[in-house]
């Protein structure tokens, strides 16, 4: 504490001064209270996460960085709206451009389109940013990720963020989505991201590419349906040069992308693990996850089920977790505009 503050008095006054002291804000006393009360509520707002308004100042690389992110993800927004355009696809009014149907072939759950339109929003990758610095990441570090094509604006918003602050990204994506998401042939997850890389807007970040859907393997999918995601991600996985995985269900998927992340890490630790959508495999078969908030959570065993998935497994190896789903929360806390 030495140096933090030089009081114009000496620390200790004779008995007789002491009498007369009265208390005021710019006292001693009444600096070392405010000092205290300051430190107190930036512990607090770290710890839980309060409204980005609240917070404090940012240093200027990480500013740099958020504005970085945010170019991005604007970049790679016109590169998806330009290619639907051309491939004859309408842009949903008051879409950026990258939601998809409210139903086809390869939808497998049902979504909010608020949600999905408010995830297109570029103020996410600004965002992510921030939160990932305040959660204390540093260039370098590995992220663990768990992608599905139901929220591509936050897929790109990650990996923006994740880019401009020098992480690397070990992610799982799968094909299918819930209405809304990315789910028109030629522009699910997996091909988006192809779309992107080939654009050189982004890196690749997909090592392994499933089905999703129910067993992850598309269980739930029509015939048609599940013969068309097996053919894109059979394609995106080799243009990509990533593994194909969720051929032989549910628990074979969990330990596919542990291993997986185990390998591409090579060694180093994996600092944060983070499901953005809803993919079975990643979010387990239980009940246990429905309890957990967005936004970070501390390692803790939350789930000791056997058809617990990889979120669970992660933090009980003391891997911290990110969940990048419920909107209109993360929004708040963050800082963001939704519908």
């Avoid at 094509?149 to 070990?170: R, T």
């Avoid at 091909?191 to 089905?211: D, F, N, Q, Y």
């Avoid at 330990?255 to 997986?260: C, K, T, W």
């Avoid at 060694?267 to 979010?283: D, E, F, H, K, P």
């Amino acid at each position: 504490m030495r140096g933090l503050y030089k009081p114009e008095k000496p620390y200790f006054a004779s008995a007789d001064s002491k009498r007369q002291t009265r208390f005021t804000w710019n006292s001693l006393h009444g600096r070392l209270i405010l000092f205290l009360v300051t430190l107190v509520f930036t512990l607090l707002a770290a710890k839980l996460e309060l409204p980005h308004s609240l917070r404090g100042a940012l240093p200027e690389e990480v500013l740099k960085a958020a504005l970085k992110a945010r170019a991005t993800m604007e970049a790679a927004i016109d590169v998806i709206k330009n290619a639907k355009t051309e491939s004859g696809i309408p842009i949903m009014p008051g879409s950026r451009g990258l939601i998809g149907d409210e139903y086809n072939v390869l939808t497998t759950t049902l979504g909010n389109l608020s949600a999905k339109r408010s995830a297109e929003n570029p103020e996410w990758a600004e965002a992510l940013v921030r939160e990932l610095w305040r959660f204390g990441l540093k260039r370098g570090d590995v992220l663990a990720v768990g992608m599905s094509g139901s929220f591509p604006g936050l897929n790109i918003a990650l990996i923006s963020a994740a880019q401009a602050l020098g992480l690397d990204v070990l992610a799982v994506s799968s094909v299918t989505a819930s209405s809304y998401g990315a789910n028109q042939e030629g522009f699910t997850w997996p091909e988006l991201e192809l779309h992107l890389v080939k654009a050189g807007i982004i890196s690749r970040t997909s090592l392994g590419i499933s089905l999703g859907g129910s067993d992850d393997s598309g269980i739930d999918l029509q015939p048609e349906g599940r013969e068309l995601a097996e053919r894109i991600a059979s394609e995106c996985s080799a243009a990509l040069g990533a593994r194909l995985l969720g051929k032989g269900g549910f628990s074979q998927s969990v330990e596919e992308r542990l291993d997986l992340y185990k390998e591409a890490a090579r060694g180093r630790r994996i600092s944060l693990y983070v499901n953005i959508g809803g993919t079975q495999a990643s979010m387990g078969e239980g009940s246990a996850v429905l309890e957990l908030s967005s936004g970070f959570i501390e390692a803790r065993a939350f789930d000791l089920g056997r058809n617990r998935g990889v979120m669970a497994r992660m933090m009980e190896e003391g891997v911290p977790f990110l969940s990048l789903l419920n909107i209109r929360e993360l929004g708040f806390k963050w800082g963001i505009t939704v519908d």
